[in-house]
């Protein structure tokens, strides 16, 4: 994918990676950030105009300090939209905590989306299904709580890093503190900045798409995403993990390319 | 104030201390017993001649049984009416509206007489962001604006309205106020974030270093504040600086071992035994900080450190001044003039020592060791800016009930 610079109304800078041809896709990365590889972007870029903006505290830019609570992030997300130049007819997906901004996002515009696509969205809380303390892991305990196969935990997560380099130690430290303590504005301690009482307002047709065995965000979410959102359709990934995009891309694209059209 | 009643296996039974253990440890009417032996004590170092004693704020744990120390402290201004009461100290972030800081502050200062030394602690990980749920990345910047909002409630003398991020408030007017003008003494325990070295130089608070990994790993931190003085353009009144140490006196040596070498290791195994998911979440310390290399005392290398730990190694690597009054004399000496100290936070309690042994060793650290250290600094003797100013003319409780009820 190609990458380059855009910097948004409010003087934020930030990558986003690019590719294929079609109508436009905004994608919104989850509190793991972009990764070297990115399975599922590839394979939409085969059908749309892929753009993935990187958060602000997850790139090289600074920034992160302006973005405090939610609207701060879901403005930002408009913001992000308006430097690349989409019009209001702009299509909208996210994994996980961008999803949860892309649906936050969806619910607070005054215009009409077109369509919007969730993979395993953040954003509601279940007493009966509490979602684990993601910020009190250590990183196997991350993996397994993420990952339907450990071995992809470990390549996505801390590929190629040697911690036995102080440096390279000390950089994964700062990197991994920038990059969830960001997060945490909107996720800790519980992930919920009240989106359910707004939901009612995101009219455009919604796909939600879940793994049948995430660990980290359970299917009743999916349920309640489902109840809570006026157009939204379900598919569930057979033995999908929280990173299902990541594990299975082809049967997430595929749902995703049906309802993107 | 630690539990007494840890089994011997929990570590192998129990993932924390802190944050998520089991409440079926706790036994209430046991508490009952422990808190008044605890409070006993603190009053037994006011009667042995110490300057000041002191309490602190902790949550969900068996480590420190003081989730409100104020309340400890209203206990001991009634109980004592000479040595300071210092509450090291209410983490600031945590109280909603802060305003109930300067308020419960004020109040202690009043009944005490001016006797409060007051501590601003952003708080440990596992208080201020596990327990008590704030957000990592903001506790810091929250941490400022309380700071901001008491210490004007102290020093303005008409209400004003507060337009803080994280704190409206139309009408601020603390009452009653502190007797100390323009306020108690600022104490700012820290474990290491060194942008809190720059806030208490530019303010002049002491910077209290809090940690059990005794003077010798605690000197480097020390020097880097002692840097940072320097650079502001201060003095280098040895007020300024702070810091605990546990401390275990006995006849000889050989009798420390004896005596607490079963205690301290209690605490050093069990007490300390904090999950790390939870001593370090991402956004709580600073880049800053990150970057200077300066790890967190609950590390994983820590961790297995202090486990490991024996007596020999815990007093040799000065984890704890342990030995004969003459041994922890000479020891502290030598740590007070390394590391530049004006005060000292002694830990003669620790872990699950019993009542007698507690009583032994701060009666003979009174008697034996304290009247020779407290000269060490005779060129700074006069600086009173760190310390607190009671009322000379002050209700001393025990007389006065006496008094009044003709007993």
């Known amino acids: 994918m190609q990458e380059r610079q855009i910097e948004t109304r409010r003087g934020l800078k930030c990558r986003v990676l690019e590719a294929g041809q079609g109508a436009p896709l905004v994608f919104f990365h989850g509190a793991g950030g972009l990764f070297k590889e990115e399975p599922l972007l590839e394979r939409l870029a085969a059908r749309c105009r892929v753009y993935a903006p990187e958060w602000p505290g997850y790139g090289v830019e600074g920034g992160e300090e302006k973005l405090e609570d939610m609207l701060d992030f879901a403005l930002h997300g408009w913001d992000v939209v308006d430097a690349l130049g989409l019009d209001e007819s702009v299509r909208l997906a996210g994994h996980s905590m961008g999803g949860m901004i892309a649906a936050e996002m969806a619910c607070i515009a005054n215009r009409s989306l077109e369509k919007l696509a969730l993979v395993a969205p953040a954003g509601l809380w279940l007493d009966a299904h509490p979602i684990p303390d993601m910020f009190s892991m250590l990183p196997f305990e991350l993996v397994g709580a993420l990952f339907a196969e450990p071995k992809n935990g470990e390549k996505f997560l801390t590929g190629g890093i040697d911690f036995s380099n102080p440096q390279a130690l000390q950089n994964f430290l700062v990197t991994n503190a920038r990059r969830l303590g960001t997060a945490g504005k909107i996720l800790f301690p519980i992930p919920n900045r009240r989106l359910s009482k707004r939901l009612y307002r995101l009219v455009a047709p919604t796909l939600i798409v879940w793994g049948s065995a995430d660990k980290l965000i359970p299917l009743p979410y999916a349920e309640r995403w489902q109840k809570l959102v006026p157009h939204a359709q379900l598919s569930v990934i057979d033995g999908g993990a929280h990173m299902v995009p990541y594990e299975q891309p082809e049967p997430v694209a595929a749902e995703l390319v049906r309802f993107l059209g | ?407």
């Open chain 2, 1 to 407: 104030m630690p539990w007494p009643h840890l089994p011997e296996n929990f570590r192998e039974t129990h993932r924390s201390v802190w944050v998520d253990i089991s409440s079926k440890l706790y036994d209430p009417a046991e508490g009952n017993r422990v808190y008044h032996e605890y409070m006993d004590q603190l009053e037994y170092a006011d009667s042995l001649g110490f300057d000041g004693i002191g309490v602190n704020e902790h949550h969900q744990n068996a480590y420190g049984l003081m989730p409100s120390p104020n309340i400890i402290a209203a206990g001991l201004a009634r109980r004592t009416s000479r040595a300071a009461i210092a509450v090291i100290g209410n983490s600031i972030a945590l109280y909603n509206p802060p305003i109930r800081v300067a308020e419960e502050f004020a109040m202690l200062d009043v009944i005490s007489g001016g006797r409060l030394v007051a501590g601003f602690p952003v708080g440990t990980p596992m208080d201020t962001n596990f327990c008590y749920g704030q957000i990592p990345a903001l506790t810091r910047d929250k941490y400022y604006e309380a700071h901001e909002l008491i210490m004007k409630a102290w020093r303005e003398p008409e209400p004003f309205a507060f337009d803080g991020k994280y704190n409206q408030l139309r009408y601020v007017n603390c009452w009653p106020r502190p007797i100390q003008k323009p306020h108690p003494p600022i104490y700012i325990p820290g474990g290491g974030s060194i942008e809190t070295w720059d806030f208490c130089v530019e303010n002049d608070y002491n910077y209290s270093y809090l940690s059990y990994a005794g003077y010798k790993a605690g000197k480097a931190l020390l020097d880097g504040y002692w840097e940072r003085v320097a650079a502001l353009g201060k003095d280098e009144s040895p007020y300024r600086a702070a810091f605990a140490q546990v401390v275990c006196v006995a006849d000889t040596d050989a009798d420390a071992e004896k005596l607490y070498a079963e205690h301290v290791l209690y605490f050093y195994n069990r007490c300390l035994h904090v999950y790390l998911g939870f001593a370090d979440p991402p956004g709580y310390r600073t880049i800053k900080t990150i970057q200077s290399g300066k790890l967190n005392q609950f590390r994983a290398e820590n961790q297995r450190l202090f486990t490991s730990l024996t007596w020999k190694e815990l007093v040799d690597g000065g984890y704890v001044i342990a030995g004969s009054p003459e041994t922890v004399r000479e020891r502290m000496e030598h740590m007070i003039k390394s590391l530049r100290l004006g005060s000292l936070f002694l830990l003669f309690q620790i872990g699950n020592m019993p009542n007698d042994k507690v009583k032994h060793s701060t009666k003979l650290f009174a008697e034996r060791v304290m009247p020779q250290l407290r000269d060490l600094w005779p060129e700074w003797k006069n600086d009173d800016r760190f310390w607190c100013k009671p009322l000379e003319t002050r209700v001393r409780p025990e007389e006065t009930f006496a008094a009044r009820n003709g007993r």
